[in-house]
């Protein structure tokens, strides 16, 4: 598809990466190897980019790699220019260790990712 192509002309380009693994949701076996080398490489290309990174975790926790998706996410713990997504992110990590559902993880992610949107839309 699309994003394979992007991926061809750019191997390294963190955002190629990051959709190219997306795209792959729909695959058997997903996230297989490929979509995790592909989110991890983009995450390690652009560590500090938010939305690399809560993506590369949530495939952790797919995969049952729970102490794997806290460490991807304990940077965005501490945001002085964001303090209600650090909270959030806090919040997830949190829920991680307590053994929360993928899915009861990534309903407070989105809530974090809602408030970092609405910072921007104020922007």
Do not use: C
């Not at 002309?9 to 979509?35: E, K, R, V, W």
């Not at 220019?81 to 909270?87: G, I, L, T, V």
């Amino acid at each position: 598809g699309w994003f394979g192509k992007a991926y061809a002309i750019d191997p390294d380009s963190p955002p190629n990466l990051y959709f190219l693994a997306q795209s792959m949701a729909t695959l058997p076996g997903f996230p297989d190897s490929n979509a995790m080398n592909a989110a991890e490489s983009a995450h390690v290309g652009e560590p500090s980019v938010y939305d690399y990174a809560g993506y590369l975790a949530y495939l952790h926790l797919l995969r049952n790699e729970r102490t794997l998706a806290q460490a991807v996410l304990l940077p965005f713990t501490s945001n002085p220019h964001s303090p209600k997504h650090a909270a959030r992110v806090r919040e997830a990590v949190d829920a991680i260790r307590a053994g929360k559902t993928t899915d009861e993880v990534m309903a407070i992610l989105h809530a974090a990712d809602d408030e970092l949107k609405e910072k921007d839309d104020k922007k």
